[in-house]
């Protein structure tokens, strides 16, 4: 088992930045892949960024892209979401996932282990 453990998520205006942190632990390895998903009120849970533990390759949704940076840290077993310029349309529910393996995937139906969410609200 792996347990995911957001936090970082507030209250900010557009053109702020804000860094989330996901703290892993549990049965892990470097064999993971590592996301970052969000889920507005009323849409879908959608792909935001994830990355290899292993290898630090990354991967970013079209329209974070250039904004946003996910990075890791071992020695915390932590990875982080730095995201800036934030706009309104960034305002959702924030979520850490993760899966076995060594590249990794946009589907959310990949990953098999999810945190608690943290709120990330950006006012115009």
């Known amino acids: 088992q792996v347990q995911l453990v957001e936090s970082g998520g507030g209250l900010v205006q557009a053109g702020d930045s804000l860094r989330l942190s996901c703290v892993v632990s549990?049965?892990?390895?470097?064999?993971?892949?590592m996301g970052w998903f969000r889920q507005a009120p009323g849409l879908e849970r959608e792909f935001v960024s994830w990355?290899?533990?292993?290898?630090?390759?990354?991967a970013y949704a079209d329209d974070v892209k250039g904004r946003f940076t996910i990075s890791k840290d071992n020695a915390e077993n932590t990875v982080y979401l730095q995201m800036n310029s934030l706009k309104p349309e960034d305002t959702a529910v924030y979520y850490c996932?993760?899966?076995?393996?060594?590249?990794?995937?946009?589907?959310?139906?990949?990953?098999?282990?999810w945190g608690q969410g943290t709120q990330v609200t950006v006012s115009s």
């Open positions: 996932a993760a899966m076995a393996g060594v590249w990794g995937r946009v589907s959310r139906t990949e990953y098999d282990y």
């Open positions: 549990g049965r892990t390895s470097s064999r993971y892949v």
């Open positions: 990355i290899v533990w292993s290898s630090g390759i990354t």
